[in-house]
């Protein structure tokens, strides 16, 4: 089974929040924005310090809580690399993912109206699961939907709560054994790009989401409808071109190249 990639929206995930929803939390707006600009420069350690430092002076529930799931984020995409470059051992790597899940899981107490504590609590099954080779389980999955689904409940325009929906509905078996689905798949997948792309265009996301791209085309050459594997070639190939002409790639990027090029060789 292809790799999965909960942990693909790490990427660039952590849309920075229209002006509105900044006015509504007692947040500095410039502290919210300053954390994902660091986020898309792959400085996920000094997030962390910033947000203890910022969480021991809070009490408000929903700021705490819009602290503690880009703490899980953070804390997400630290143990992915770590253990892409060999640092971390997969039981090592499961230790901080639990670790990641209950800043999410205390978020959701808290704030439960908030989407994307959900989505990163869902973010940190998936990889587990990858890491486990479990994903299959009905449990692991059902778990994973419904966390993507409560996300996109609260915010239907979540980019990577689709993204992940789209990876899913993909890589599981079709009924009877599960609830896998080629057709859900590929829309799921086509819609987190229409809305990466929307908030891409608006500067509400600093950096391109490549492994959306990656991921629709995996989805496409699975469906394998008319037309669908020529689509899936040029979508990849598209984006193998946009990664390999980075100057200065971040580790998630160059974790989407060797994904994308990964995916173009099992065509071969």
């Known amino acids: 089974m292809r790799r999965f990639h909960p942990n693909r929206l790490i990427l660039a995930v952590g849309v920075v929040f229209g002006l509105v929803a900044l006015q509504a939390t007692g947040l500095d707006a410039e502290l919210l924005v300053d954390l994902e600009r660091l986020h898309e420069a792959d400085q996920h350690e000094q ?3 910033v947000i203890d430092r910022e969480l021991a002076q809070l009490s408000d529930p929903n700021d705490r809580a819009r ?3 880009r703490k899980t984020r953070a804390e997400l995409t630290i143990a992915d690399h770590q253990r892409w470059v060999g640092n971390l051992t997969d039981r090592e790597t499961i230790v901080l993912l639990e670790e ?5 899981d205390r978020a959701i107490e808290i704030a439960p109206d908030l989407a994307d504590p959900y989505f990163w609590k869902g973010a940190t099954i998936g990889l587990q699961g990858q890491i486990r080779g479990v994903l299959n389980s009905l449990f692991m999955a059902s778990s994973l939907r419904d ?5 996109l409940e609260r915010d239907p325009e ?3 709560a689709h993204y992940l929906l789209g990876q899913l509905y993909r890589e599981l078996p079709r009924w009877p054994i599960s609830f896998g689905d080629r057709e859900r798949a590929v829309r799921y997948g086509r819609r987190s790009i229409e809305l990466h792309e929307r908030a891409y265009a608006s500067g509400g996301v600093g950096v ?3 492994d959306f791209y990656t991921q629709l085309a995996a989805s496409l050459w699975r469906r394998n409808s008319r037309g669908d594997r020529d689509e899936a070639r040029r979508v990849l190939r598209d984006n193998l071109e ?3 002409a980075l100057s200065s790639p971040t580790n998630r990027q160059r974790m989407d190249l060797e994904s994308a090029r990964e995916l173009l ?3 071969s």
Do not use: D, M, S
């Open 242 to 244: 946009r990664l390999e």
């Open 147 to 151: 966390y993507a689904e409560k996300t």
């Open 47 to 49: 997030i962390i310090r």
């Open 100 to 104: 990641a899940a209950a800043h999410a």
């Open 158 to 160: 979540h980019a990577e």
């Open 67 to 69: 602290l503690l799931w």
């Open 265 to 267: 060789t099992g065509w």
């Open 208 to 210: 391109r989401y490549y």
